[in-house]
């Protein structure tokens, strides 16, 4: 029962069970309760199960990561050539030396902050031009789905694409890569391995297209990049954009790990000392102004206050032109 003002006379622990069981009946009579609703897995005391499948019992019996990633996403096991697949292309995507995103792992590891955080900064650097896997993805079914719809050919519909892109100067994402510029060596070794392994679909075929459509608006060679022919190889495995998208990103979260972890374990903190051989990224000598800086010269600080000579009255800010309280002019 509830007080005048709002609250209630009894607390909940003073009521009996009874009393407590009526009144979450009553409360909940149009809509059920909050629980988390989720088809991928549950646990009890002495179990956890995912898809079905008791996950020790899986590993027991010899099933690894690569079938864990399917079941998960997928919710089925793969297949022997879908699980080397899926191998090939997280163990080349894992390392790429120093990128945005291990070196965004690196600087903040830096400042010494929980390990965790230092990678979690590394793959938060994924986007619009670093992995941009789920935008392509996103591109990628979207043109397919039209290709499917207006009765297209992939190549028809990969010269629209590119048409489309660059009329409207968009990026067409899963094209090039700027320290690359004679191919992603990944990239055709993927590709090879998804026609080897018997997995290349349409996404593969879409995007074998959609670079040949470029090379013939374009003039020039063009080559796929790890994006282009990851991404295609993941749908074509069957994951949807957004999972395709976090298995590529988490695959590289081993590699920011391990240079945030060689980032504390071998390096100075901060990246600033000057007790070091090399001139680090936040020495001084890095940011002297004369060939770091190019905003405005060095320049006096103007007053903020001022104080009126005929009433006294100081803290005055530097803008009013005249005293608010004797009117006098102020300098």
């Known amino acids: 029962m509830k007080s005048k003002n709002g609250g209630c006379k009894k607390l909940s622990s003073e009521r009996s069970f009874e009393e407590r069981r009526k009144i979450f009946e009553e409360i909940f009579k ?40 399917f079941l998960i996403f997928q919710g089925r096991l793969p297949k022997p050539n879908e699980a080397k697949m899926l191998d090939y292309l997280l163990g080349g995507f894992c390392e790429h030396a120093i990128s945005p995103s291990a070196a965004s792992a690196r600087i903040v590891a830096s400042g010494r902050p929980l390990i965790n955080a230092a990678f979690a900064a590394g793959i938060m650097t994924f986007g619009m031009a670093h992995g941009p896997g789920w935008s392509h993805a996103e591109i990628m079914t979207e043109y397919l789905n039209r290709a499917e719809k207006e009765g297209k050919t992939l190549k028809e519909m990969a010269e629209i694409l590119v048409k489309e892109h660059l009329e409207a100067k968009k990026p067409i994402m899963g094209i090039h890569q ?10 055709y070794a993927v590709i090879r391995k998804a026609f080897e392994l018997g997995v290349a ?3 593969v075929q879409f995007q074998l297209e959609i670079i040949k459509a470029l090379e013939k608006a374009k003039g020039k060679r063009m080559h796929p990049n790890m994006v282009g022919a990851g991404d295609s190889v993941l749908l074509d495995l069957g994951f949807s954009p957004l999972a395709a998208w976090c298995i590529g990103v988490l695959a590289r979260g081993f590699s920011c790990a391990a240079h945030a972890v060689e980032e504390m374990e071998r390096e100075r903190a901060w990246r600033g000392s000057f007790k070091t051989k090399m001139a680090d990224l936040m020495s001084l000598e890095v940011q002297d102004p004369r060939i770091s800086y190019d905003g405005p010269p060095d320049r006096p600080v103007p007053e903020k206050y001022v104080k009126c000579q005929n009433c006294g009255a100081s803290e005055l800010l530097s803008e009013f032109k005249a005293c608010p309280y004797c009117g006098q002019k102020l300098k």
């Open 30 to 69: 149009d809509r059920e309760p909050f629980h988390w609703r989720t088809n991928i897995s549950y646990k009890t005391v002495s179990k956890i199960v995912a898809k079905g499948y008791d996950t020790t019992e899986l590993v027991e019996k010899g099933y690894g990561f690569m079938d864990v990633l």
């Open 178 to 187: 700027p320290q690359h510029v004679h191919g992603d060596p990944r990239a």
């Open 201 to 203: 679909g349409k996404y």
